[in-house]
């Protein structure tokens, strides 16, 4: 805990359900721990995903990180669920009458200015930890933000019709190519990013968001010392369910799941992450009302599976989620 009394959470999160439970968590935190400038006393540390992140016409793009910072910030596209609102693309649409970048791709003006600005921070001898924080300081997110990986480890998929990076296999083709496997390409060799296993070692809560289990959390947990992190933690790990009535909540996370041999159930997917008490990373896994049936199972496990509302369909939704998963993890 804090010296105020309030707790120390970690939120491993990436896409835009994690982006969506990350605004949850820390207006749920807000309500909770409320402080004299309308924020938290609660610590936050979001771990988000790089393994999206790529190379596009010269310019240094990390779509997890950036829609988590548009969501906390409130200047992201609620409506498309990506990008920037108010958006134009003319500079896009000149770029692929170059013929430069893909031509399935957008990139949005705005969007654009972030993109141009890590490249540059980053070609100057900027880390990805630095170049984040100096993005995250434009607005007051509330929250501290930190990359997975300082490391380059872009997710790239196996297809019968090649191997592709992961952008072009979720954005051009929508998943439609039967995955036969996902990698990242060195991140044998990746170290967690500055703060990453500090915050868990101090965690009274590790939360894993409702992201895709495969390409958002998937990598968090390969870099090499965070899976052992969040085994060792002294606080509680709960996860949330991206798996609603055996459909994904958002995307196409049952492709995913597909190519690594997991049925698309919120109870395989609480089986995949394991019991901590059995070797595994979770010591609850929130599912969705739709699947209470599934809980004693898990249960039966060693794997605490606590039924809740799941749908986030607004701010209070997502509120009443994070602190639901925070009731599991800090009971009073």
Known sequence: ??????????????????????????????????????????????IANTG??????????????????????????TERGWGRAGESERVAAE???????????????????????RTGWLREGASVTEVIARLASRWPLGVRLLPTTDAEV?????????????QEWWTRHRASLPAQSFDWPGIEHSTPAPGVLAAMAAADAILFAPSNPVVSIG??????????????TPGTVVGVSPIIAGAPVRGMADACLAAVGIPATADAVGRHYGA????????????AEEDAALAPGLEAEGLRAPVRPLWM????????????????????
């Open 154 to 166: 872009d997710t790239h998929v196996t297809t019968a019709q090649g191997r592709m990076h992961f």
């Open 1 to 46: 805990m804090t010296a105020s009394g309030a707790p120390r959470i970690v939120v491993l999160a990436g896409g835009v359900g994690g982006s969506k439970f990350v605004v949850g968590v820390r207006e749920a935190a807000r309500r909770r721990w409320p402080d004299a400038a309308g924020g938290t006393r609660a610590e936050i540390t979001v």
């Open 52 to 77: 999206d992140d790529l190379w596009l016409s010269g310019l240094r793009l990390q779509p997890d990180v950036d829609s988590m910072i548009y969501a906390l910030a409130g200047v992201n596209d």
């Open 313 to 332: 369909r607004d701010l209070d939704a997502s509120a009443c989620l994070a602190a639901d998963a925070l009731d599991v993890a800090l009971p009073v």
């Open 95 to 117: 770029l692929h009458a170059w013929g430069s970048g893909w031509p399935w791709f957008t990139l949005g003006d705005l969007d654009l200015g972030a993109h141009i600005a």
């Open 219 to 232: 990598p968090i947990l390969a870099v090499p010392g965070i899976a052992e992190a969040v085994r060792a």
């Open 276 to 287: 901590r008490a059995t070797g595994g990373l979770l010591d609850a896994w929130v599912i």
